[in-house]
């Protein structure tokens, strides 16, 4: 049992629950692209990005308690 490799399930959640957030990626992306050319360094997209990561999370909830021992 000691050999044995641990792996997190969570990250494996997360790869696949990010395709279900494929709308909130875009925006985010979108942000990106928009705000690229901002030299004063004032415009950003952490709401986007916390929109996407929330999205991931709540998809990847769903599953991982169940998978948790």
Same mark, same amino acid.
């Given at each position: ?22 709308? +909130?990626?875009?925006?985010? +992306? $979108? ?8 030299? =004063?360094? +004032?415009?950003?997209? =952490?709401? +986007? ?8 999370? $709540?998809?990847?909830?769903? $599953?991982?308690?169940?998978?948790? $021992?």
């Amino acid at each position: 049992m000691a050999d044995e490799e641990v792996s997190d399930p969570k990250a494996l959640l997360e790869e696949r629950s990010k395709a279900k957030c494929v709308y +909130q990626w875009y925006e985010y +992306q $979108k942000c990106v692209k928009r705000i690229e050319d901002d030299e =004063t360094g +004032q415009k950003h997209c =952490t709401g +986007q990005y916390f929109d996407y990561w929330k999205c991931v999370d $709540k998809n990847v909830a769903e $599953k991982l308690f169940d998978s948790l $021992k």
